[in-house]
């Protein structure tokens, strides 16, 4: 969602001395606004359901059509998310497909979702519980304008090195956390 805002202005109360409210204009720095939380998880939703990764695809080419993202069940608080990712076919890894469920809390986009893994894999970046560390992915970094989608692609892109596929290739087919 794109908000243009040509000026920002805030009003605030407060309360004088006879108990009625007065209202005062606050100036308020544009390029600190934040697309409301459910407003950014409501855009990456249809974004999910409709396929709308126009420039995610001129970067990530394929690799875009093998990760489905969606949210679990009902959720109106868009908090709970669940993935899959197919791995880079044709190496060790062979055609399994990964699980994950995805967390957005109160601080998203702010604060990085939770990312773990229901299918269990060997990955540097996944610690003993499933737990995604996005910080160990190379070349990402989460912040504000960040997108589940995004840090799924990279998390794939984790997936391809010969080392991690074989080392997820020992693990047997369906084994969960």
């Keep these: ?20 409210m007065a209202f005062h204009e606050q100036k308020v720095d544009p390029t600190e606004y934040r697309v409301p939380r459910n407003f950014k998880l409501l855009d990456e939703l249809e974004a999910a359901e409709k396929g709308k990764y126009g420039d995610i695809f001129k970067e990530h080419g394929q690799d875009v059509n093998m990760i489905n993202l969606g949210l679990d069940g009902q959720d109106s608080t868009f908090s709970d998310w669940n ?18 469920r995805i967390k957005a809390g109160p601080g998203y986009p ?25 910080s160990k992915l190379d070349n990402f970094s989460w912040n504000g304008e960040s997108y589940l989608f995004g840090a799924l692609l990279h998390i794939r892109k984790a997936m391809k090195p010969n080392g991690v596929a074989q080392a997820c290739a020992q693990i047997p087919d369906g084994k969960t956390y």
Excluded at 83 to 100: K, N, V
Excluded at 114 to 133: E, H, L, W, Y
């Design 1 to 20: 969602l794109f908000f243009f805002i040509s000026t920002a202005t805030a009003l605030v109360s407060s309360k004088s001395n006879l108990g009625t």
């Design 83 to 100: 993935a899959s990712i197919i791995p880079h076919q044709g190496g060790y890894i062979g055609d399994r497909m990964y699980s994950l």
């Design 110 to 134: 702010d604060d990085p979702p939770q990312i773990r893994f229901t299918t269990k894999v060997a990955m540097p970046c996944v610690n003993s519980q499933g737990v995604v560390d996005l």
